[in-house]
DNA sequence: GCCAACGTTGGC
DNA sequence: GCCAACGTTGGC
């Protein structure tokens, strides 16, 4: 399978697992664990790509946004966190045998010059169709379009309180 | 296979 | 801290 690089937005909540822990991680690079949920399982498996380029979003806190962007660095592989009874998203029902959750590894790449905010973000008519100003929307990764991903770059060199 | 109950996400 | 929206679970 040889398709383009895609673009993804992944989200975090920064008081638990922020842009910053990623930046210091050796060669800035870690993996995506505790994604219980099978489309994003399914996304990971099908259409993550190493080389493909992801924000980093912080959620849950007080100006949610993206604050960064990371690579893909890796393929789909067994979330072993699912395995260990002593973690937070040990899934008794996902084995070494048969992994049910999968991650992928990421690495830092930079910070945004500004937090984009989700305010930002809604009211953005080009964004519209975007997943994460959807109502409901619950997905901790989501596909970006290329349009979009470049939107977004754009504001970023604009003042955030009031465009253009 | 329906669907109520429950747990989680995440903005506000 | 509240609660709407959603996904998952499990009884039937």
Do not use: C
Request: no cysteine; aromatic share 10%; proline share 7%.
């Amino acid at each position: 399978m040889d398709t383009a690089m895609a673009y993804w937005l992944m989200k975090s909540e920064p008081d638990v697992y922020g842009i910053d822990h990623l930046a210091a991680e050796p060669d800035g690079t870690e993996h995506w664990d505790g994604i219980r949920n099978y489309q994003v399982r399914n996304l990971f498996r099908d259409r993550f790509q190493p080389g493909d380029q992801a924000f980093f979003y912080h959620s849950n806190t007080k100006v949610p946004g993206i604050v960064g962007i990371m690579e893909v660095v890796s393929e789909a592989y067994p979330d072993h966190t699912a395995f260990d009874p002593d973690e937070k998203y040990y899934d008794p029902k996902s084995d070494p045998d048969h992994p049910r959750w999968l991650m992928v590894d990421v690495r830092y790449i930079r910070h945004l010059d500004r937090l984009i905010t989700l305010a930002e973000l809604k009211a953005d008519p080009a964004l519209a169709d975007m997943r994460l100003v959807q109502r409901g929307n619950r997905l901790s990764v989501m596909p970006v379009s290329e349009v979009e991903w470049q939107h977004i770059l754009d504001m970023e060199k604009q003042d955030g309180n009031d465009n253009r």
